[in-house]
């Protein structure tokens, strides 16, 4: 009992000195560990403050040179002002002197101009007093005149007026003679004009010849589908193509008058594809009658090629075979221009071979001297200048270009192809039978009478109808109002009635239609 006692004290006397020990070794390394802390707190207070200067020292330094910058800039602009204001105080320093020189300038011209001003009126004393002094010494001629001549100043005038209209009268009767002598000599070229004219006014059956195509139909049933309700087709046709359709009783039969042979193909070959077609309406005859325009656009230019190929004639221009093949639709006096031109060329090449000259130039020029007749926009020249202009556009040779312009005299030739291709054209034309000269003069009245009106504002076509002797004008609908449309044919009619000669009388018909089309998508 006591040994266990004495052990269990000996054993708290052991933990309390270990406790003891542990205790003093805990604090010793507290205080090792405070000092290492205390330590690192140090170097890191020292390499604070450190790098605190070199923020300070970055900072002032970027600070210095802001300051330097704003100091340079502000120089600079400063510098900049003050040269402005020398400049500025040199420019007012100038004007100033101008100004000066300018007002001293002008009163010198001040000065002057009094000057003048004084020399002026003294100038004009001077010479009012001399024409006073004139007008005394004429007085005094005059009365001594008249004492001479026991004549006075008015009866001297009335002699010399009298003597001046002799003499007037006198140049007038041989100015007279002069023209009745003149008109003599134009007399046989005036009496064959007024004979054309009256042969133009009683030939007929040769108009209807030339200016009429016969449409054929398998029954009188089509015409009436022709005709349309109220006549809508036919007017429809009539003012799409520019033909007169005539539907009368000539069995199995329909008329196309017009003197352009192009637009009666154009007329009569759309009748034939609407009557095979069966649908006849004013939509399908436009649609239809566009259709058969490119087709004889088409059918021009292929006529072009075969002439062309036919007469061995190569590197024509595409435009200028077009030309040839409208030949084939226009005459000339009457006579099929295209065959006239093949003559011609043929012609040409006959006569060049005998004579040793270039026979494929001769007949290229033999060919194309006509071209001027068919261009479409007809201008204010002979067709001859008008053909040889149309040739050195498309790089026609000179020697082409100038018989085409020479074969009427209008230029001077200077190649023998070109009098060559003046003979053949006189000899193709003037073979018998060739040519007829009324129906080329109808024809151009016809051109020249649509041409008139189509120089109207708001005027879209024209056509004349019915051998001249009615107008029809097609007008735009926004810029021609109903009441605009009659003083517009008031207008026309007094126009061709100043300006051209026809026979009988001309009925001039405006025509307004207002469409309006919309699309359904």
């Known amino acids: 009992m006591g040994e266990s006692l004495t052990i269990i004290i000996v054993g708290v006397a052991a933990l309390a000195i270990g406790v003891f020990i542990g205790r003093i070794a805990l604090q010793k390394v507290n205080k090792k560990a405070e000092a290492d802390l205390e330590k690192k707190a140090k170097l890191m207070v020292k ?52 100004v000066n020189k300018q007002q001293a300038d002008a ?117 009436g589908k022709i005709i349309g309700r109220e006549g809508r087709n036919i007017r429809a046709l009539e003012a799409v193509t520019g033909v007169e359709i005539i539907v009368d009783d000539t069995p199995e039969a329909i008329i196309i008058s017009g003197f352009d042979p192009v637009r009666r193909e154009i007329a009569r070959l759309s009748l034939h594809r609407l009557v095979t077609d069966g649908r006849i309406h004013p939509a399908r005859i436009e649609e239809i009658v566009a259709k058969t325009t490119k087709n004889i656009e088409e059918e021009i230019s ?54 040793g000259l270039n026979t494929k130039r001769a007949k290229r020029a033999g060919l194309l001297h006509d071209i001027g007749k068919v261009w479409h926009e007809e201008p204010e020249l002979p067709h001859a200048v008008l053909g040889m202009e149309l040739a050195q556009k498309y790089k026609e040779h000179p020697e082409v270009c100038n018989a085409i312009g020479a074969h009427h005299d209008e230029v001077e030739m200077t190649s023998m192809i070109s009098p060559l291709v003046q003979a053949c054209d006189a000899i193709s034309g003037a073979r018998p039978g060739a040519r007829r000269e009324v129906m080329e003069s109808y024809i151009k009245r016809l051109k020249d009478l649509e041409n008139l009106a189509l120089n109207f504002d708001g005027v879209n076509k024209c056509y004349a109808i019915q051998a001249g002797r009615e107008l029809r004008v097609m007008v735009d609908a926004e810029s021609v109002t109903d009441s605009k449309a009659g003083q517009l044919s008031f207008d026309i009619s007094q126009k061709i009635e100043k300006e051209m000669q026809y026979p009988g009388q001309i009925k001039v018909t405006v025509i307004r239609e207002m469409r309006s089309v919309n699309y359904a998508k």
């Open 302 to 355: 292929e006529i072009g090629e075969r002439t062309v190929i036919d007469l061995g004639i190569h590197g024509l221009h595409p435009e200028l075979i077009k030309m040839v093949g409208r030949m084939r639709f226009r005459s000339s006096y009457g006579q099929n221009l295209l065959q006239h031109s093949r003559e011609v060329a043929n012609l040409c090449a006959t006569m060049a071979s005998e004579l």
């Open 47 to 98: 390499e604070a403050e450190i790098t605190a200067e070199s923020i300070k020292k970055d900072k002032i330094l970027e600070a210095r040179e802001k300051y330097l910058k704003i100091k340079s800039d502000f120089d600079e602009e400063a510098n900049r002002r003050k040269n402005q204001i020398i400049s500025n105080e040199n420019k007012i320093k100038q004007r100033e002197a101008k």
């Open 107 to 223: 009163n010198r011209k001040e000065a002057e101009l009094d000057s003048l001003k004084e020399n002026v009126t003294a100038q004009l004393e001077i010479v009012k007093k001399r024409k006073e002094d004139l007008d005394n010494k004429v007085e005094e001629k005059v009365k001594a005149l008249e004492k001479v001549a026991n004549l006075s100043a008015n009866d001297a005038r009335e002699q010399l007026i009298e003597t001046l209209k002799l003499e007037a009268e006198s140049k007038a009767s041989a100015l007279v003679k002069d023209i009745i002598d003149e008109a003599k000599l134009s007399g046989a070229k005036e009496a064959k004009k007024i004979v054309i004219e009256s042969i133009q006014r009683t030939a007929t059956e040769h108009a209807i010849e030339n200016c009429v195509s016969i449409f054929n139909i398998e029954s009188d049933d089509i015409k």
